[in-house]
């Protein structure tokens, strides 16, 4: 539309000089101005047309949907008195929370970061079709999978790769007992667990998907523990796979021209089964949610099951750290994970 307005006050403006110059005896005068009046709607056309159109065509890369829209037909009621923004659907059994210009979401009460921001387009906040299709629709209606029999744990790091160090806490040292543990109790609870080292051995980050690929596992799930600037931040993160031609969540919305991944096979399911993971470690550690997030992890690339990354918390926060040296609480995080892994198995059931 402005763009269109901008066009009208142009040509309004040609046909005004026109008329003027109409009887001018001097014709070079006249054509002189009509070439500034060309270069002039050149200049307006590129100054406004970018910043209206760009932030709209990035993210509808595929296409963009009227929030309201999609939640009408998928029989969600707004709620009145949103502040800041925010905005949220409701039904008996699903709450989502958005945020106009953010790509920050809720799921019941689980938070997710979209691959694109909901953008505002003629006063209506839009989703982008990619997130419809591949972030909240296999959350909200997950699609019938094979049910996991072999679950494949991949202890981060090992041997010569420390993972993050933070004084005395080596990230390698906590990620093989966790992986341990977890074995343990997915075996207990009829799993058949298998690991991609088993002793304190550097291990290629390809071999990792690959041996799980090999195989066979139903799953892939990467244990490690995060870094930061001492302090900054402290909680949980599940990553899953970013979808093709997409922003991973730390890339701040540099969108990576991607093609199909052999692990974007799974997107619907890599996103369940994160989502169930993330809330399940929010729920049962208590710990803070710092929300399911997209990366092209090198292991989580070529994984022809579904396959998550879990990081289970700072080292390089002075309470955390103590929590993850502590194999109690590694004990509960495995069992936070057998819960999790539970939830998606009931979740794609047919
Ligand atoms: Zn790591």
Not at 16 to 21: C, F, P, S, V
Not at 323 to 328: G, N, Q, S, T, Y
Request: glycine share 8%; charged share 20%; hydrophobic share 40%.
């Amino acid at each position: 539309m402005q763009t269109i307005s901008i066009f009208v006050i142009a040509i309004r403006l040609r046909l005004w000089i026109n008329a003027r110059l109409k009887s001018h005896p001097m014709i070079c005068l006249r054509m002189k101005l009509n070439w500034i009046f060309l270069l002039t709607l050149t200049l307006l056309v590129e100054t406004v047309q970018p910043g209206h159109c760009r932030a709209s065509q990035d993210v509808a890369r595929t296409t963009t949907i009227s929030l309201r829209q999609w939640a009408g037909q998928n029989d969600l009621t707004p709620v009145a008195g949103g502040k800041d923004g925010q905005f949220e659907f409701t039904n008996a059994s699903t709450r989502l929370t958005f945020k106009t210009n953010s790509p920050l979401a809720e799921i019941n009460g689980v938070r997710v970061w979209l691959c694109d921001p909901i953008i505002p387009l003629a006063g209506e906040p839009c989703v982008s079709s990619l997130d419809l299709r591949a972030t909240i629709e296999p959350i909200l209606v997950p699609q019938p999978a094979k049910v996991p029999a072999t679950i494949c744990l991949d202890p981060g790091h090992g041997g010569k790769d420390t993972g993050g160090v933070f004084g005395q806490f080596v990230e390698k040292q906590y990620t093989l007992p966790l992986a341990q543990e977890l074995a343990g109790q997915l075996s207990a609870a009829g799993f058949r667990a298998i690991l991609t080292r088993t002793k304190d051995t550097f291990v290629e980050l390809e071999e990792r998907p690959s041996f799980a690929n090999r195989k066979k596992a139903g799953l892939f799930i990467s244990l490690h523990f995060n870094m930061g600037a001492p302090g900054e931040a402290r909680g949980v993160e599940v990553y899953c796979l970013t979808p093709a031609k997409s922003a991973s969540t730390n890339d701040k919305g540099k969108i990576a021209n991607t093609s199909p991944l052999p692990g974007n096979r799974q997107d619907a399911q890599n996103v369940l089964l994160a989502f169930e993971l993330q809330k399940s470690l929010v729920k049962n550690l208590g710990a803070e949610d710092r929300g399911l997030r997209r990366a092209r992890f090198e292991v989580l690339r070529s994984a022809k099951m579904p396959a998550v990354l879990i990081e289970g918390g700072f080292l390089s926060d002075s309470v955390e750290q103590k929590k993850i040296a502590d194999p109690k609480y590694r004990n509960q995080m495995a069992a936070a994970i057998v819960r999790g892994v539970l939830a998606y198995q009931h979740m794609v059931k047919s």
